[in-house]
T-cell receptor
Framework: AQSVTQPDIHITVSEGASLELRCNYS??????LFWYVQSPGQGLQLLLK??????LVQGIKGFEAEFKRSQSSFNLRKPSVHWSDAAEYFC????????????FGTGTLLAVQP | GAVVSQHPSWVICKSGTSVKIECRSL??????MFWYRQFPKQSLMLMAT?????????EQGVEKDKFLINHASLTLSTLTVTSAHPEDSSFYIC?????????????FGPGTRLTVL
């Protein structure tokens, strides 16, 4: 069965520091992978997605993620965090076919210290 | 483009009443809409998938008679929480896809906060 694991429930980084949020997935084939960000009380905004091709994916707001098949990982990175990046981040894996379902990880709450 | 709205953004109701939440795709036709539920500090759990003009497909453990979903047009889906109880209090989020590809990106609405007293 498909599943997504985000090992870090809560992360705190200093503004200007680099960031890496971990995501591991379980899927029988090459998955569609996504990172979403959710601000408090808001819906989800897509940061980036991986379908195929280059394993390093660039997204919005300066985020990038790298697909590593051997490690079943899709970690999200940002070289320099801004205070406005404080939010909840969700990794998700998409199912092929007509259902187009998304399976979400449990999320990582990012706090940014001044 | 690809904007999804939800109405209301928050609602408070008394136990035993029914509440309807609307999900609209504003600038595209949504062949499929999804309804999620999110408990505080937790992830999104898919409740059901609805396709325009057909019955919704519910995930295991979701009560069909409790959470009525109607997808009457290509731009509107509704979720009705019937005879709501305090345990139904949650953040409900919808998403919509345009269809036509091998994988169709979901566009999310801003969510509806339901509080049942």
């Amino acid at each position: 069965a498909q599943s997504v694991t985000q090992p870090d429930i809560h992360i705190t980084v200093s503004e200007g520091a680099s960031l890496e949020l971990r995501c591991n997935y379980s899927y029988g084939a090459t998955p569609y992978l996504f990172w979403y960000v959710q601000s408090p009380g808001q819906g989800l905004q897509l940061l980036l997605k991986y379908f195929s091709g280059d394993t390093l994916v660039q997204g919005i707001k300066g985020f990038e993620a790298e697909f590593k098949r051997s490690q079943s990982s899709f970690n999200l990175r940002k070289p320099s965090v801004h205070w406005s990046d404080a939010a909840e981040y969700f990794c998700a894996v998409g199912a092929y076919g007509a259902t187009n379902k998304l399976i979400f990880g449990t999320g990582t709450l990012l706090a940014v210290q001044p | 483009g690809a904007v999804v709205s939800q109405h209301p953004s928050w609602v408070i109701c008394k136990s035993g009443t029914s509440v309807k939440i609307e999900c609209r795709s504003l600038d595209f036709q949504a062949t499929t809409m999804f309804w999620y539920r999110q408990f505080p500090k937790q992830s999104l759990m898919l409740m059901a998938t609805s396709n325009e003009g057909s019955k919704a497909t519910y995930e295991q453990g979701v009560e069909k008679d409790k959470f009525l979903i109607n997808h009457a047009s290509l731009t509107l889906s509704t979720l009705t929480v019937t005879s709501a109880h305090p345990e139904d209090s949650s953040f409900y989020i919808c998403s919509a896809t345009q269809g036509g590809g091998s994988y169709n990106e979901q566009f999310f609405g801003p969510g509806t906060r339901l509080t049942v007293l």
